[in-house]
């Protein structure tokens, strides 16, 4: 059996200095690193108010910098043909994907700190495209890579503000309207645990230890590629907020689902539906896991997996497949992950079981004439940091 490996951080952080020298002509002074993320549950309740419950990825994406002695900002990936280059000034205007990189430089010095120009190359080993928020991981390694070369170190509250760059790089510069999940676990995930997120008023992060058991959380990328800023995720949150709106509360956190129930428009009462029951399944799946109680963890990923299919209408006919597979096959649980439109799933699945789990699922994809998936093992790890 064979998973997207994550790679050794040393090594990959020694090889993108040697990228880096090759490119830029003298060796970066900093490389940060920051990994992608899984969500376990709570999915598009982040901009809701609510809660959700990622872990972050030991797959990750390595930011080698250097300052410069001007105001230049120059952006390049050992994973793209294209890179930008500009000023200071102009980085919170860079396009594609070196928007997300340029635009945390920018971000960080809106915030205030003595930003200096700056040489970055990136590299990356979480898959693009599959809901395991690459963008976020490109974000936040590129706001560890600056706060090194400032001399900061990355407490908290420094943690906290990396993550304000990257929720702002992705919504101001970008244009991709999410609601802060990917940043946090990014920056604040914790090796073996989850990562309880309380998007409320006055509502943090909570640590969860996460005891498999011997489970393995398995990932499976579809291949079918998911894209925040094509408009899909823009118009379910537009729905949200309308159904905010109708009801007359601040938030769907507020509303119960006998409110939700009075709400006119058909479409936008089951995506209230979907929101209001997915913050409760968030609180339940905490306490399921936090008991070892496998059986209800696959309940509330199934009716996880059917709301957003059927209420939300995010899932596609490789989301479904990948999900029902994995449970024909011996998974205690499977759900589809992250923004939707494509992406990936995730399954808990018993040790014994991953090989067969993933034959299955590679066998159904080709009988159905899908692209072949790619599985990684979602090891709990560790957020932002220096290499």
Known sequence: ???????????LSAALRDRFAERVGEPPKVVGRAPGRVNLIGEHTDYNAGLCLPVALPHATYAAARARDDDRVRVASLQQDDGWEGTLDEAGSATGWAGYAAGVVWALREAGLDVPGVDLVVDSRVPLGAGLS?????????????????????????????????????????????GGMDQTVAV???????????????????QVPLDLAGHTLLVT??????ELTDGGYAARRADCDAA??????TSLREASLEQVATLDDERIRRRATH?????????DAVAAL????????????????????????????ELDAAVSVA?????????????????????????????????????????EGFRSPVHLRAVPSGGADLV
Not at 221 to 226: P, Y
Not at 244 to 249: P, T
Not at 338 to 344: D, Q, V
Request: aromatic share 4%.
């Open 188 to 206: 604040l995930g914790e090796a073996g645990h989850a990562l309880l997120i309380d998007f409320g008023p006055g509502g943090g992060t909570t």
């Open 221 to 226: 990328d579809t291949r079918v590629s998911h």
């Open 275 to 283: 929101v209001v029951t997915e913050i409760a399944r968030v609180t």
């Open 134 to 178: 690459s963008s976020a991981a490109l974000e936040c390694a590129v706001g560890a890579a600056v706060a090194g070369l400032l001399g900061l170190d990355l407490d908290d509250e420094v943690r906290r503000a990396l993550v304000d760059a990257g929720i702002r790089a992705e919504t101001e510069v970008v244009g991709a309207p999410t």
């Open 1 to 11: 059996m064979s998973l997207a490996d994550s790679g050794d951080p040393t090594a």
């Open 244 to 249: 905010v709106a109708a009801l007359g509360v």
């Open 290 to 317: 936090e008991a070892g109680d496998w059986s209800e963890v696959g309940r509330l990923f199934d009716a996880s997996h059917t709301s957003m299919r059927d209420d939300f209408e995010i899932s596609c006919p």
């Open 327 to 367: 449970v024909e096959a011996g998974a205690a649980a499977a759900r589809m992950t992250g923004g939707g439109f494509g992406g990936s799933s995730v399954a808990v699945v018993p040790d014994e079981r991953v090989d067969a789990v993933v034959h299955a699922i590679d066998t159904a994809f080709a009988l």
